[in-house]
């Protein structure tokens, strides 16, 4: 059963990073938070792997800056990424109004 639970929670995470990525570029540590805001409990060992995968599907892309002698790699979403994303909010309303 927990291995049907992570694979939808993997999907909306990712919606969830779309929906973020398409307001305003995001980075890694903020993601975490944000996902801990709402309930998730995930850690860069998975983060990471997901935004460097979603890059590679060319969802997402990123740049790197130097913040506060650091470095941060933003991601935003790409054309192919918010053409998905708005394909999945009404697959997602949709079910969301049968099953709420």
């Known amino acids: 059963m927990n291995k049907y639970l992570n694979k939808i929670l993997n999907g909306l995470i990712?919606?969830?990073?779309?929906?973020?990525?398409?307001?305003?570029?995001?980075?890694?540590?903020?993601?975490?938070?944000?996902?801990?805001?709402h309930g998730y409990n995930i850690s860069p060992g998975t983060l990471y792997p997901l935004l460097h995968k979603m890059e590679k599907e060319n969802l997402?892309?990123?740049?790197?800056?130097?913040?506060?002698?650091?470095?941060?790699?933003?991601?935003?979403?790409t054309s192919q990424g918010e053409n998905l994303l708005k394909e999945l909010k009404a697959k997602v309303k949709e079910l969301f109004h049968e099953i709420i």
Not at 60 to 77: A, C, D, N
């Open 60 to 77: 997402l892309t990123k740049r790197t800056e130097i913040v506060e002698g650091k470095k941060r790699i933003y991601y935003s979403i």
């Open 14 to 37: 990712q919606i969830h990073i779309l929906h973020h990525a398409q307001k305003a570029p995001i980075y890694g540590s903020w993601m975490i938070s944000e996902l801990k805001r």
